[in-house]
């Protein structure tokens, strides 16, 4: 498919929660976090969790953004990976919920 294609669809899906797979056959699933002439930025979730925060210099109740306040989780975090448009197969829409 042309790149230019797929930088249009991925313009229409920013921040939208997509899978991608590759030419060379790789399959990524992710947010798209950022989009520019060459390359598709995904943000994609990892099952990583905050356990302890060694050297913070507060006590871990103080960091609720954490998620170290009762009723919370630890949040996810996101790594981002950036996909040459040229490289790309597919690209579409998955379910996500939370």
């Not at 950036?82 to 579409?92: A, E, K, M, S, T």
Request: net charge negative.
């Amino acid at each position: 498919m042309d790149p230019n294609y797929y930088q249009h669809v991925s313009w229409s899906c920013m921040n939208k929660y997509v899978g991608i797979r590759t030419n060379d056959g790789h399959s990524h699933d992710g947010f798209i976090a950022h989009v520019d002439q060459n390359y598709v930025t995904l943000a994609i979730p990892t099952d990583e969790m905050i356990e302890r925060l060694d050297g913070l210099p507060a006590q871990e109740s103080t960091y609720r953004q954490f998620g170290f306040h009762p009723g919370f989780f630890p949040r996810r975090r996101f790594f981002h990976h950036r996909i040459p448009f040229f490289g790309i197969r597919d690209l579409f829409l998955l379910p996500f919920f939370i």
